[in-house]
Nanobody, 123 residues
């Protein structure tokens, strides 16, 4: 059983930064791609960023966060990160990490999810 635990969310002013972490356990972390999704009130869960397995040679980003967010992974620590900069009020959402998705961009294809961490950006 895979267990994912997010941390690092909080309240930040527009223009500020936060770094989210997702600690994984339960299997060989480095073998699997990882992704971050978010869900804002009244909206569907949406893809934010993804990173390939084996030290994360390939990364993927939603257009809305390109140039502001950076996904990375530390396979020695079984952890994936999301560095968020130049935050905007529209980034406010619950952020989730996920793994084992057959389609990087589609949340319905992912098998394992964390419990989520709230990010609130004030204007």
């Amino acid at each position: 059983q895979v267990h994912l635990v997010e941390s690092g969310g909080g309240l930040v002013q527009a223009g500020g930064s936060l770094r989210l972490s997702c600690a994984a356990s339960g299997r060989t972390f480095s073998r699997y791609g990882m992704a971050w999704f978010r869900k804002a009130p009244g909206k569907e869960r949406e893809f934010v960023a993804g990173i390939s397995n084996w030290s994360g040679v390939v990364t993927y980003y939603a257009d809305s966060v390109k140039g502001r967010f950076t996904i990375s992974r530390d396979d020695a620590k079984n952890t994936v990160y999301l560095q968020m900069s130049s935050l905007k009020p529209e980034d406010t959402a619950v952020y989730y990490c996920a793994t084992s998705g057959s389609d990087t961009y589609r949340p319905s294809t992912y098998d394992y999810w964390g419990q989520g961490t709230q990010v609130t950006v004030s204007s």
